[in-house]
């Protein structure tokens, strides 16, 4: 039987890889931080994590987790409305709450399941979702379950997204939903012109957070605290595997009725484990950190700031951002490829990006900075780049 569809399937691997696609695992053997050691056993520094405010590995965050299997168990073996439910689940839950100024917080095992099962309790066939076009994978997957009628405007256009609006008037209920930032590019959605169309339209929005939490904003709380709307947006999803700790969960916040619908009925919610114990009073001590210092945010922004002047003044051309997210753009996929295993072999630990995770001809490689870095990280990454970037005549 599986014969044919294993010579299919060899033809489809053979096909991506004769393309300069294929993408390689590489396996890291140590924990994830600003160095990181490789299967090779080079120590390499890493530009590739979401670990935006270094917390991955952070000391605090390992005794918290400690903590909470000593006290909690290892994990809850069921899902949350059967018997998974600790108080230490509503103690998160409260604390995301605080930290994004809204009603009610509800979590997930990963931010993917919190898009996956927000729009389908919500909304029907009368509603409509207009969405984003460079919204993430599971923003677009998790409309795809729901029946509400689909737009999709491009991406931070505010007069596209107007004509979206017009044209849903005739649906019974509107929401816009977008990333807060957008993890290719780097941009961030100008949350305060969305804000002003949904109240001209009569829309919901509905915001993830997940690149943008502890990135953007004075304090790091988000594209709600950047264009000074806290409150004003209905629906926050956001991740615990990012700036968070970079473990993994995730959450939605916002109106209460909302999130006590979502308890009702969110599938993932409903049919998946509830996070364990260890994740979530490692999270819990992650927001006390959060409320107690902003220096870690401060430092990201002092880090970005610094690598993006160098890299614009060494001849690269940049993405314009707003985030921890430099899009170093190549255009060329086998390009990217290339530039990327230079690098490594230079000590520089980044990813190339190419279709389909970014339009065909809009290769990149994505650089993430971290406050887990230092000015010597920063420098000998800029200078790898240089020296690979006119090796590869990408620079004169």
């Known amino acids: 039987m599986y014969g044919k569809i294993k010579e299919h399937l060899q033809e489809e691997l053979k096909s991506i890889k004769d393309a300069g696609l294929y993408k390689e695992e590489r396996i890291i053997v140590s924990p994830q931080g600003a160095e990181i050691k490789i299967e090779s056993g080079d120590t390499v520094i890493n530009f590739c994590a979401n670990n935006y405010l270094g917390l991955s590995n952070h ?6 987790a400690r903590e909470g299997m000593a006290s909690h168990g290892f994990g809850m073996s069921s899902v949350r409305f059967i018997c998974g439910t600790q108080d230490i689940h509503k103690t998160l839950e ?8 809204t009603d ?15 729009f389908e309790p919500i909304l029907t066939k009368e509603d409509a979702i207009i969405s984003d076009s460079l919204n993430h994978a599971s923003i677009i997957d998790g409309v795809r379950l729901c029946k509400a009628q689909r737009y999709r405007y491009q991406n931070a ?3 596209d997204l107007e004509e979206k609006l017009k044209e849903a008037q005739e649906q019974r209920f509107r929401i816009i939903v977008t990333d807060g930032v957008f993890s290719m590019d780097g941009n961030v959605a100008p949350m305060d012109k969305i804000i002003e169309l949904a109240e001209k339209y009569d829309a919901l929005v509905m915001v993830d957070e997940a690149h943008s939490a502890g990135v953007v904003g004075e304090t790091g709380r988000g594209v709600t605290e950047l264009f000074d ?3 004003k947006v209905d629906i926050i999803t956001g991740t615990l595997g990012k700036a968070f700790g970079g473990a993994i969960g995730g959450f939605t916040t916002g109106r209460k009725e909302i999130i006590d619908l979502l308890r009702q009925r969110s599938r993932p919610y409903l049919f998946s484990n509830s996070i364990p114990p260890a994740v979530v009073n490692a999270g819990i001590r992650m927001f ?14 002092r880090n970005t700031k610094y690598f993006m002047d160098k890299m614009k003044d060494a001849g690269f051309e940049i993405k314009p951002t707003e985030s921890a997210i430099i899009a170093v753009m190549l255009y060329d996929a086998p390009l990217s490829q290339k530039f990327a295993a230079k690098l490594l072999d230079e000590g520089i630990y980044v990813i190339g990006f190419y279709y389909p995770v970014v339009p065909k001809g809009q290769a990149r490689i994505r650089v993430q900075i971290s406050a887990a870095h230092d000015t010597k990280h ?10 690979i970037g006119k090796e590869l005549k990408v620079l004169k």
């Open 288 to 301: 006390d950190m959060m409320a107690e210092t902003h220096e870690l945010q401060e430092k990201l922004q």
């Open 104 to 118: 009610d917080t509800i979590l997930y095992a990963a931010c993917f399941d919190a898009n996956g099962g927000v």
């Open 378 to 387: 920063l420098d000998k990454c800029v200078d790898a780049f240089k020296k």
């Open 157 to 159: 256009d505010m007069e």
């Open 59 to 64: 000391p605090a965050l390992i005794q918290a």
């Open 94 to 101: 409260r604390k995301i709450s605080e930290f994004f100024g």
């Open 229 to 231: 709307i806290r409150g």
